[in-house]
């Protein structure tokens, strides 16, 4: 019952954001035949007890889009953002717990926010040398970050979650050692951040691109005066 309403819940509010089901379908049926090197999933925050719903349907996502051949690694991303789990590695427990291979895994444990998500998974997809990459995560979040890669022109496509595909799946929740996945010396985001310095964070503005990864002059020109290169 909690699942079902978390769902009904999310689809309203995907309504609202002009989000239908029946355009999520229809860009995960164009995907769907694609054969994608890696998979981006976001970070959700872990307290030590049971995984919220969200992580919940991240993490089973990512094993039925494995399970269904179209994703041949999983790249969980998120730092120790909010509590003193680091919330890759607990993804990484959670998904090895439903039975992807540990080799198939892979981490980025830098990102505290969902563009870090994208950027910081998309590093570790170039150093493994993985080609055809997609985000998978729900509709809302794939909605709000799919500006943030086309303005950087990075080749990511996106496979949201698909409500009807995972409301049929058996979304039970594996045990994990979460203790695997503490950090020492944790200190809250709120704590280390104002909140206008967590906003720019989300809006991707904390994140120091490399020149040659920059798809135009322009933003070259832009992020160097903003002091948001790299090598500046």
């Excluded at 953002?81 to 981490?107: D, Q």
């Excluded at 120091?208 to 020109?221: A, M, V, Y």
Aim: charged share 25%.
């Amino acid at each position: 019952m909690k699942v079902l309403s978390f769902i009904l819940s999310t689809i309203l509010v995907l309504s609202s954001c002009g989000i239908s089901q029946r355009s999520v379908k229809e860009q995960y049926n164009s995907v769907a035949s694609n054969k994608y090197d890696a998979i981006i999933v976001p970070g959700v925050p872990f307290h030590g007890e049971n995984w919220q719903m969200t992580m919940q349907m991240r993490v089973h996502w990512s094993n039925f889009l494995f399970k269904k051949g179209i994703a041949k690694n999983v790249i969980y991303s998120g730092g120790t953002v909010y509590s003193e789990y680091n919330e890759a590695k607990v993804m990484a427990l959670y998904g090895a717990a439903l039975g992807i291979p540990s080799g198939s895994i892979y981490v980025d444990t830098l990102a505290e926010h969902s563009t870090e998500n994208v950027y910081y998974s998309y590093q570790v997809a170039k150093k493994q040398g993985f080609k055809r990459i997609a985000l998978a995560t729900d509709p809302f979040q794939s909605g709000t970050l799919r500006s943030f890669i086309k303005k950087h022109d990075l080749p990511i496509d996106l496979i949201p979650i698909v409500f009807d595909t995972i409301g049929k799946i058996d979304k039970y929740e594996p045990e994990i050692n979460a203790d695997l996945a503490k950090e020492e010396n944790f200190v809250s985001i709120k704590k280390r951040e104002s909140f206008f310095k967590r906003f720019n964070g989300t809006l991707g503005k904390q994140i120091k691109w490399k020149s040659e990864e920059l798809p135009n002059e322009k933003l070259r020109r832009k992020y160097r005066r903003k002091n948001r290169l790299a090598e500046d």
